[in-house]
T-cell receptor
Framework: AQSVSQHNHHVILSEAASLELGCNYS??????LFWYVQYPGQHLQLLLKYFSGDPLVKGIKGFEAEFIKSKFSFNLRKPSVQWSDTAEYFCAVKAASGTYKYIFGTGTRLKVLA | GAVVSQHPSRVICKSGTSVKIECRSL??????MFWYRQFPKKSLMLMATSNEGSKATYEQGVEKDKFLINHASLTLSTLTVTSAHPEDSSFYICSASGRGEQYFGPGTRLTVT
């Protein structure tokens, strides 16, 4: 069955620390990959996406993610977090063709201490 | 990115009444829209896939008679929560598909008293 795993459910970091959030998926074909952020009380915003090409994807707000096909992973990184990065982060996967249906991970709640 | 709106953003209704939530894609036509439900501190749960001009496809465990979905045009899908109960209180999010991805609306917070 198709699935997405986000192993870190809660992460607490101090400002300026580096961030890496894990995302692993289970799917037998070619995929598109997404990271979304949801700030407290706000709606989902797209951070970055991977469709094809360079497996290192840069997104908004200094975030990046690397698609490692052999590991079925799409980990999110940021070299130096800020207090304003406190939010919930969701990884999502969809088949590259034939559907728009996403499979979401369970989310990672990040708290950045000032 | 594309813009998707939802109306209302918040609604409070009494138990037993019905509530309609609208989802509009403002700058593109979406043949497929999705409806999600998000519980507090939880991930998004896909409720149904809404296809323009045809019946919605509901996920397992979602009551189609309770959550009525209508996708009457390429820019509008509606979710009606019928005979609402307090356990239906939640955050409902829609998305519209296009250009290979989904574009999410801002969500509707439903509170049933």
């Amino acid at each position: 069955a198709q699935s997405v795993s986000q192993h870190n459910h809660h992460v607490i970091l101090s400002e300026a620390a580096s961030l890496e959030l894990g995302c692993n998926y289970s799917y037998g074909g070619t995929v598109n990959l997404f990271w979304y952020v949801q700030y407290p009380g706000q709606h989902l915003q797209l951070l970055l996406k991977y469709f094809s090409g360079d497996p290192l994807v840069k997104g908004i707000k200094g975030f990046e993610a690397e698609f490692i096909k052999s590991k079925f992973s799409f980990n999110l990184r940021k070299p130096s977090v800020q207090w304003s990065d406190t939010a919930e982060y969701f990884c999502a996967v969809k088949a590259a063709s034939g559907t728009y249906k996403y499979i979401f991970g369970t989310g990672t709640r990040l708290k950045v201490l000032a | 990115g594309a813009v998707v709106s939802q109306h209302p953003s918040r609604v409070i209704c009494k138990s037993g009444t019905s509530v309609k939530i609208e989802c509009r894609s403002l700058d593109f036509q979406a043949t497929t829209m999705f409806w999600y439900r998000q519980f507090p501190k939880k991930s998004l749960m896909l409720m149904a896939t809404s296809n323009e001009g045809s019946k919605a496809t509901y996920e397992q465990g979602v009551e189609k008679d309770k959550f009525l979905i209508n996708h009457a045009s390429l820019t509008l899908s509606t979710l009606t929560v019928t005979s609402a109960h307090p356990e239906d209180s939640s955050f409902y999010i829609c998305s519209a598909s296009g250009r290979g991805e989904q574009y999410f609306g801002p969500g509707t917070r439903l509170t049933v008293t």
